[in-house]
């Protein structure tokens, strides 16, 4: 093939050479009609990081907000700068629930507007509503000066601000998905999750360290200008991302295999195909979101035995800053595995390893919990999280994103993660009721315990699902799936001329 293409005088850059799939087929074929494609390392990088480095922003402003408006650890800027309107309001209570319905809402539309529209005006609609909505926050006030007031505008701006935190996933996930096509055979795995999981876990840590050094410059004397200093350091992340975003391409993938120009998708026909794989992405990302509020349970512990309940903001801020730095290897080196390994191996790895430790820490949590075993018992808490973003951390965004055909891959991740935002919303309902009613009370062991044996039970449900059900996910999924989705449609009557954007256009 590579010789054909030569001997029509085209020209393919040299970093391309072993790359292969229908994505390089494309290429080839654009050079047919007198294209010469030379893209160099950069040009095929940084699609990649415009695409996917937004979900900063979800871990930042996330974290950011938790430690402004409700946190399950116990000390935050609004109980502090407000403490009694706080306690008296309905904002406690609404923060939490109202982020959920924005970042849901947020997948549901901008999965269907990425493959409808485009990728690249998803993730500019996407970037706008962080920016403004982030400025918003920053600048909250309520009427003629109300605190009862500012907590609604807070609230309300932050439900936009989960639309546009939702938007990212399906838009930004899936555009970087398809870039990595691009990308040297072997590495696109490790630019894909290096740009996405790796950015949440940097916001994550970001969104812990910038309060802290709010807190310290302004004391606790002056909190309505820290939180208000920490909300307005997040609209510098979308906003840098602005202009790469505006010169930005849709993807080769996208080009050839969207379904455009009026043409109605085949709904009968994706569901009978996609319909078994979907739920069992959407179940995996659910029971993953779901445990996660167990896995914050022995947070809490290690800073109530080290810090008390009488510790000054920024302490709390200072270790919640170092205890977020264990997701940082894990969600390194899981790049690399998943290119060595397959994303399939490395998700069943990461599952299978992070059970055995969390059935470990639950059976050993008494003896682990004592104040002069408290730093063995944080080393033991950092391998269990690093071993969390190492494996379904890192992989659930490739799972979700490379096993659909890109004509509905927007709708397709945007669905499973909505159904996967929901698991999270349970887990913080249910795992309370578990804790209130474990034997000994919400204060005894088994409040700790049980939530930890019923998500260590699900990392390894989570392994069998994987091993059974999932498809494997190498380098050239992307474009096998969708080669396989035109035969799939052609062998049932439906035109496939009606797919791809138009030349004119």
Same mark, same amino acid.
């Given at each position: 093939?590579?010789?054909?293409?030569?001997?029509?005088?085209k020209?393919?850059?040299k970093d391309?050479?072993?790359?292969v799939?229908a994505?390089?087929?494309? $290429?080839?074929q654009?050079?047919?009609?007198?294209?010469t494609?030379?893209?160099?390392?950069?040009e095929?990088?940084?699609?990649?990081?415009?695409?996917?480095?937004?979900?900063?922003?979800?871990g930042?402003?996330?974290?950011?907000?938790?430690?402004?408006? *409700?946190?399950?650890?116990?000390?935050?800027?609004?109980?502090?700068?407000?403490?009694?309107?706080?306690?008296?309001?309905a904002?406690?209570?609404?923060?939490?629930?109202i982020t959920?319905?924005g970042?849901?809402?947020?997948m549901?539309i901008?999965?269907?507007?990425?493959?409808?529209?485009s990728?690249?005006?998803?993730l500019?609609?996407?970037?706008?509503i962080?920016?403004?909505?982030?400025?918003?926050?920053t600048?909250?006030?309520?009427?003629?000066?109300s605190?009862?007031?500012?907590?609604?505008?807070?609230?309300?701006y932050?439900?936009?601000?989960?639309?546009?935190i939702g938007?990212?996933y399906?838009a930004?996930?899936?555009?970087?998905?398809?870039?990595?096509g691009?990308?040297?055979?072997?590495? $696109?795995h490790?630019?894909f999750?290096?740009f996405?999981?790796?950015?949440i876990?940097?916001?994550f840590?970001?969104?812990?360290?910038v !309060?802290f050094?709010?807190?310290?410059?302004?004391?606790?004397?002056?909190l309505?200008?820290a939180?208000?200093?920490?909300?307005?350091?997040?609209?510098l992340?979308?906003?840098?991302l602005?202009?790469l975003?505006?010169?930005?391409q849709e !993807?080769?993938e996208?080009?050839?295999?969207t379904i455009?120009?009026?043409?109605?998708v085949?709904?009968?026909?994706?569901?009978?195909?996609? %319909?078994?794989?979907?739920l069992v992405?959407?179940?995996?990302? /659910?029971m993953y979101?779901?445990?996660?509020?167990?896995?914050?349970?022995?947070?809490?512990t290690?800073?109530t035995?080290i810090?008390?309940?009488?510790? !000054?903001l920024?302490?709390s801020?200072? %270790?919640?800053?170092v205890?977020?730095?264990?997701?940082?290897?894990?969600?390194?080196?899981?790049?690399?595995?998943?290119?060595?390994?397959?994303a399939?191996?490395?998700?069943v790895?990461?599952?299978g390893?992070?059970a055995i430790?969390? /059935?470990?820490?639950?059976?050993?949590?008494?003896?682990?919990?004592?104040?002069?075993?408290?730093?063995?018992?944080?080393?033991?808490?950092?391998?269990?999280?690093?071993l969390?973003?190492?494996g379904p951390g890192?992989?659930?965004?490739?799972?979700?994103s490379?096993?659909s055909?890109?004509?509905?891959?927007?709708?397709?991740?945007?669905?499973?993660g909505?159904?996967?935002k929901?698991?999270?919303?349970?887990?913080?309902?249910?795992?309370?009721?578990m804790e209130?009613?474990?034997?000994?009370?919400?204060?005894?062991?088994r409040?700790?315990?049980?939530p930890?044996?019923v998500a260590?039970?699900?990392c390894?449900?989570?392994?069998?699902l994987?091993w059974?059900?999932? !498809?494997e996910?190498?380098?050239t999924?992307i474009?096998?799936e969708?080669?396989?989705?035109?035969?799939?449609?052609?062998?049932?009557?439906?035109?496939t001329? *009606?797919?791809?954007?138009?030349?004119?256009e």
């Amino acid at each position: 093939m590579a010789t054909s293409l030569e001997s029509q005088g085209k020209e393919i850059a040299k970093d391309d050479i072993g790359m292969v799939g229908a994505s390089d087929t494309v $290429r080839m074929q654009s050079a047919a009609e007198g294209t010469t494609v030379t893209k160099g390392r950069w040009e095929r990088t940084w699609p990649v990081l415009a695409a996917g480095a937004g979900l900063f922003s979800d871990g930042y402003l996330n974290n950011v907000c938790n430690w402004i408006g *409700q946190h399950n650890a116990g000390n935050h800027l609004s109980a502090a700068s407000y403490p009694k309107e706080y306690a008296n309001s309905a904002a406690q209570q609404n923060v939490s629930s109202i982020t959920f319905a924005g970042t849901v809402l947020g997948m549901l539309i901008f999965g269907y507007c990425s493959d409808y529209f485009s990728r690249k005006n998803a993730l500019l609609a996407s970037t706008g509503i962080l920016i403004v909505t982030a400025t918003l926050c920053t600048g909250a006030y309520g009427y003629q000066g109300s605190i009862s007031g500012l907590f609604v505008a807070l609230t309300v701006y932050r439900f936009f601000l989960g639309v546009g935190i939702g938007g990212e996933y399906p838009a930004g996930s899936v555009a970087a998905a398809e870039a990595t096509g691009e990308l040297k055979h072997g590495h $696109r795995h490790r630019w894909f999750i290096l740009f996405t999981n790796v950015q949440i876990d940097l916001g994550f840590v970001i969104g812990a360290f910038v !309060p802290f050094v709010c807190v310290c410059i302004c004391s606790e004397r002056h909190l309505r200008l820290a939180w208000r200093l920490a909300l307005g350091f997040g609209v510098l992340p979308p906003l840098s991302l602005l202009y790469l975003r505006t010169k930005l391409q849709e !993807p080769e993938e996208y080009k050839y295999q969207t379904i455009k120009g009026g043409a109605s998708v085949p709904w009968s026909l994706v569901v009978k195909r996609y %319909w078994k794989r979907w739920l069992v992405v959407s179940s995996l990302w /659910f029971m993953y979101n779901f445990s996660s509020y167990a896995f914050a349970i022995y947070s809490s512990t290690i800073l109530t035995v080290i810090l008390g309940d009488s510790a !000054p903001l920024w302490k709390s801020f200072g %270790w919640n800053t170092v205890i977020n730095l264990f997701y940082i290897p894990g969600a390194i080196l899981g790049a690399f595995l998943s290119d060595m390994v397959g994303a399939r191996r490395a998700l069943v790895l990461g599952l299978g390893a992070q059970a055995i430790v969390g /059935f470990i820490m639950a059976g050993c949590y008494v003896p682990l919990a004592q104040p002069q075993h408290i730093a063995g018992f944080a080393v033991v808490y950092g391998i269990f999280l690093s071993l969390g973003e190492l494996g379904p951390g890192d992989n659930i965004g490739i799972v979700a994103s490379k096993t659909s055909a890109t004509a509905i891959r927007g709708r397709y991740y945007g669905l499973a993660g909505a159904l996967g935002k929901t698991g999270a919303f349970v887990g913080s309902y249910v795992f309370p009721i578990m804790e209130r009613n474990a034997p000994g009370g919400p204060s005894g062991d088994r409040a700790a315990q049980d939530p930890f044996w019923v998500a260590s039970s699900l990392c390894v449900f989570s392994c069998v699902l994987v091993w059974f059900c999932l !498809p494997e996910i190498g380098q050239t999924t992307i474009a096998d799936e969708d080669m396989a989705f035109r035969s799939y449609l052609e062998e049932n009557g439906w035109d496939t001329r *009606q797919m791809g954007i138009a030349a004119d256009e």
